[in-house]
C-alpha cells in the first residue's frame, strides 16, 4: 500500500506540475488575445479540461507503473483494487496540496488571478476534475469478461 501511494503521488504531482504549465500559458494566452473578451468562465473551463486530462493521465501512468509489465492493467484481476488505491492516494495528496496552498497563499491574501495555485478557485476547480478523471477512470477498471 505504501509502494502505491507513493508511485501514485509521484505521478500524481508531476501531472499536475505539467497541466498547471499549459495551463498558465493557456490563461496567459486568452487574457492577452482580442478573442477573450470579458468571459469569467473561460479560466474555469480552461482549468477544468486540464484537471480532466490530468487526472486520466496520472490515474493510467500510476496504473501501469503500479501493475509492472502488464499493459492492460485496467482489464486485470485486480483493476478495481489497484484503481481504488490510486484514487484515494490522489485523493489524500490534493489534501494535503490544499493545506500547504492555504498555508501559503490562500489565508495571506495572494491575489492570484486565476493561475494555479495563487487562485483558491481555480485551484480546487483544478484539483476537482483531476479527481473526477480519476474516478472515472475507477469506474471503468474492472475484469475483463471471459468468453
Not at 55 to 74: C, M, N
Not at 118 to 141: E, F, I, K
Request: charged share 15%; net charge neutral.
Amino acid at each position: 500500500m505504501i509502494a502505491t501511494f507513493l508511485k501514485t503521488a509521484l505521478a500524481f504531482l508531476v501531472c499536475l506540475a505539467l497541466g498547471d504549465l499549459v495551463g498558465v500559458v493557456a490563461c496567459t494566452i486568452f487574457d492577452i488575445a482580442p478573442i477573450r473578451g470579458n468571459s469569467a468562465a473561460l479560466p474555469y473551463a480552461i482549468w477544468f479540461v486540464l484537471g480532466i486530462f490530468v487526472g486520466l493521465i496520472a490515474a493510467f501512468a500510476a496504473g501501469t507503473w503500479i501493475a509492472g509489465k502488464d499493459d492492460k492493467w485496467d482489464e486485470g484481476p485486480r483493476a478495481g483494487g489497484i484503481a481504488t488505491g490510486i484514487f484515494l492516494s490522489s485523493l489524500a495528496m490534493s489534501v494535503a496540496l490544499c493545506v500547504l496552498f492555504w498555508k501559503l497563499y490562500w489565508s495571506q491574501g495572494v491575489d492570484g488571478e486565476y493561475y494555479v495555485p495563487d487562485s483558491q478557485s481555480h485551484s480546487l476547480t483544478y484539483l476537482a476534475a483531476a479527481l473526477g478523471g480519476m474516478w472515472l477512470v475507477r469506474l471503468v477498471s474492472k475484469p475483463k469478461a471471459k468468453a
